[in-house]
């Protein structure tokens, strides 16, 4: 219910972690970039106390990948917004119409350009719709250009200029389209494959500085302190899912840093490290502390538990553990970062890391509790919001009162009809192939 300030929001989020039980089990939160979550955040720390997160809750706010870098294009976009006004005119009235529509087609015909991609209108709040609807109307710019003498009505055709701008933006964006399918993706949601492909927007925006073109130079000055000013944020949550994947590891920041910061690059290499050092030092602590705390009772020490036989062994073992902690620590982390990398080109899109630190928690047991809760981290809230958004196939323009009770019957309905249909094709398959 309104009014959503930071103050309500923190109070309704509060009160479901204590509902749920989830207060002593929250790590990170994961929401938009906005100035209404960015004062409640810290509403929320102060609530519990920042001793019970990660390094005091450094890592408390996650800001959501997808929507920080749909503002870095939308600031870039902002810069051409009169020629896409004028390319998305002209898509917007050939296809007003189905008559309209035909028309288009007909003249893709005569000037023998096959019509393989459907003109498609855009949102305009959404830039990666945006960039669909340019890469839809470059191939027709002849059509366009034909139609204009056999359609008075038409008068919004874009200029020369207009469609070159167009097509070099295209190019430029491709990068960008691709990584924000990438986050909007459902199936691999750790943190690890998301950062290779910031590194390749960097690199990108890096290359644009130095374009010909004064308008790309335009983009990417627009484009870089926006990215650095918030990419700088989760930065580190990436950095270490990508050394916690024994395919990169640190080869990869040793790689790309260069690459994107020169000569700052040392200083970048020395934050990550330390943050790493930082958190194997706090986990050890941790598991210290539960270690003295169960292995605390009432029996003598030296005796079994009837008292009788002495049993030094355990003793021994519990004081070469409190004696060589530190030292064991460091040889974990420094042990795991000099094995040679596992990178091949049979791994590259097919790994499972959960499944690996899962295997070799025996050896690295610090890095498995660390790599258990980094990689659970979400940097990008839309698959849960993903979960949400099947309603808008139910609650259309025409239907917008449906009972609530009316709607969950209507999306179980569906998933279930769906799941048997699938069930009987693979049924059928499995009978087809015996």
Not at 3 to 25: G, M, Q, S, Y
Not at 354 to 365: A, C, D, E, Q, R
Request: net charge negative; glycine share 4%; proline share 4%.
């Amino acid at each position: 219910p309104a009014p959503h300030t930071a103050e309500v929001l923190a109070e309704i989020i509060i009160e479901h972690f204590f509902e749920w039980n989830l207060d002593r089990k929250v790590s990170t939160i994961t929401v938009d970039n906005c100035s209404t979550n960015d004062a409640m955040i810290p509403k929320i720390l102060s609530k519990f106390g920042r001793s019970s997160f990660i390094l005091g809750g450094t890592y408390f706010h996650m800001r959501c990948c997808a929507h920080i870098l749909n503002l870095i294009v939308k600031d870039g976009m902002s810069i051409i917004h009169d020629s896409i006004e004028k390319i998305r005119d002209s898509v917007s009235f050939w296809v007003g119409t189905p008559k309209r529509e035909e028309k288009f087609i007909e003249a893709c015909e005569q000037l023998e350009i096959p019509y393989s991609k459907k003109l498609r209108m855009d949102c305009r709040t959404r830039w990666n719709s945006t960039y669909l609807m340019l890469v839809s109307a470059l191939p027709y710019l002849e059509v366009f250009k034909r139609l204009t003498q056999r359609e008075p009505q038409y008068k919004s055709l874009p200029s020369d200029d207009d469609w070159k701008m167009a097509t070099e933006i295209c190019e430029k964006l491709e990068i960008f389209y691709e990584v924000i399918e990438l986050f909007s993706g459902t199936q691999y949601p750790t943190s690890n494959v998301y950062f290779p492909k910031v590194c390749e927007i960097r690199l990108a925006l890096n290359e644009w500085i130095f374009s010909s073109n004064s308008t790309i130079q335009g983009m990417a000055d627009s484009m870089i302190p926006k990215f650095e000013k918030y990419w700088g944020m989760i930065n580190g949550v990436m950095a270490i899912g990508v050394i916690l994947d024994p395919r990169l590891k640190m080869k990869l920041l040793n790689y790309f840093f260069p690459l994107m910061y020169g000569s700052e690059s040392t200083n970048q290499l020395n934050k990550v490290t330390k943050l790493l050092e930082d958190l194997v030092s706090e986990y050890q602590s941790r598991e210290k502390r539960t270690t003295s705390i169960s292995t605390s009772s009432s029996i003598v020490p030296g005796l079994d538990n009837n008292g009788g036989k002495v049993d030094w062994s355990s003793d021994f073992l519990k004081y070469v553990q409190e004696t060589s902690s530190g030292d064991c620590v460091k040889s974990e982390l420094d042990l795991y970062l000099e094995e040679p990398v596992l990178f091949n080109q049979s791994n590259i899109s097919n790994f499972d890391i959960l499944g690996y630190w899962k295997n070799i928690g025996v050896k690295y047991p610090t890095l498995q509790r660390i790599a258990k809760d980094f990689l659970a981290i979400p940097i990008s809230t839309v698959a849960s919001e993903s979960a949400f958004s099947i309603g808008g196939q139910f609650l259309t323009p025409h239907r917008s009162k449906l009972n609530e009770d009316t709607v969950e019957a209507l999306m179980c309905s569906q998933d279930w009809l769906l799941n048997e249909i699938e069930g009987n094709k693979f049924n059928f398959t499995c009978k087809f192939f015996f």
